[in-house]
């Protein structure tokens, strides 16, 4: 038996919602799977030169972990096509233990339910926006509670603005940007947040896209990080001139996501990529829309065997 498993890349915080917030896009990774006498990765596309080809790497890391709750003493074997980049706040890390964690329970004979799934790759994750919108698709809400288990909501608006990508030739792995925050944050910020994270949920839902750009605000990660991602507050600004309705970082960054009508994305783009330029770090910019499928997967016919890495 084979499978084949696409992934969403996810951008987490969207400004204020700080760990709690994220929404899916339409770029995918993909993964076949099947079960294998010896663990194997086979790695294509984004990071295929640096990312492990053994157990190492998420994807496996994953799916052992689904082995191991499922009782099951077995090895993998994985075929991996990247399009999400590494370490630009896109979930590549989240779409490759979900795509791993699904592509194996599947093998096994889907023994976790979807609830145990999701809990399984947040726990593997440290925090549920990422992984949560990879596996349900579209804009969610997650948080922990005191117990550690994983409540969500998925928001269903009745349309989403367009998305525009600016995707920075600078990695920042999400240890080191999580490494710049406070411990503690002032009662004045911590309002402030709350505020434009509410306002953000509720804008959306109404399709109110001019409240987005206070709505995208954000005091509790952003200006810390901002200076490992040289001129990001003059690409959110030049992001804003060009017609956009709000910008902000895309998780830990780097990458600058900006909401904004459908027309205006090459300028959106554009603007955002020479603000970068500006400040010598190079950058693509890519456009996108909201993705409401969340994981896919499928049976693929003629499946079993092993691949060559």
């Known amino acids: 038996m084979r499978v084949r498993v696409t992934v969403p890349a996810t951008s987490a915080n969207l400004g204020p919602g700080f760990d709690?917030?994220?929404?899916?896009?339409?770029?995918?990774?993909?993964?076949?799977?099947?079960l294998?006498?010896?663990?194997?990765?086979?790695?294509a596309g984004e990071g295929q030169e640096v990312l492990p080809r053994d157990e190492g790497n998420a994807v496996y890391r994953a799916a052992q972990r689904v082995a191991e709750q499922a009782g099951a003493r077995v090895a993998f074997a994985f075929r991996c096509t990247n399009r999400i980049p590494l370490d630009r706040g896109l979930g590549s890390s989240a779409a490759a233990r979900v795509a791993g964690a699904a592509a194996a329970n599947r093998l096994l004979g889907s023994p976790l339910p979807q609830e145990e799934l999701v809990r399984l790759t947040v726990d593997l994750e440290g925090h549920p926006d990422n992984a949560v919108a990879a596996w349900l698709g579209g804009l969610v809400v997650a948080v922990q509670d005191g117990d550690g288990r994983v409540c969500w909501q998925r928001v269903t608006p009745g349309r989403f603005p367009s998305v525009v990508l600016c995707v920075p030739e600078l990695r920042v792995p999400t240890e080191e940007a999580r490494a710049r925050l406070p411990a503690q944050v002032s009662l004045h910020d911590a309002v402030f947040?709350?505020?434009?994270?509410?306002?953000?949920?509720?804008?959306?839902?109404?399709?109110?896209?001019?409240?987005?750009?206070?709505?995208?605000?954000?005091?509790?990660?952003?200006?810390?990080?901002e200076d490992l991602i040289p001129g990001f507050r003059d690409a959110v600004h030049a992001a804003r001139?060009?017609?956009?309705?709000?910008?902000?970082?895309?998780?830990?960054?780097?990458?600058?996501?900006a909401f904004c009508p459908p027309e205006r994305a090459p300028e959106v783009g554009e603007a955002m990529k020479r603000a970068l330029w500006r400040h010598g770090v190079h950058s693509r910019w890519m456009a996108s829309s909201v993705d409401e499928r969340g994981v896919l997967l499928e049976d693929v016919a003629g499946g079993g065997g092993t691949w060559d890495g």
């Open 20 to 34: 709690c917030l994220a929404v899916a896009l339409d770029l995918r990774n993909e993964v076949e799977a099947t």
């Open 193 to 225: 947040n709350t505020g434009r994270a509410a306002l953000l949920v509720a804008a959306l839902c109404n399709g109110d896209f001019h409240a987005l750009g206070v709505a995208t605000q954000d005091r509790l990660h952003q200006p810390y990080r």
């Open 241 to 257: 001139q060009a017609g956009a309705w709000g910008a902000a970082l895309s998780g830990a960054g780097s990458t600058v996501l």
């Open 36 to 43: 294998s006498d010896r663990p194997q990765v086979d790695v």
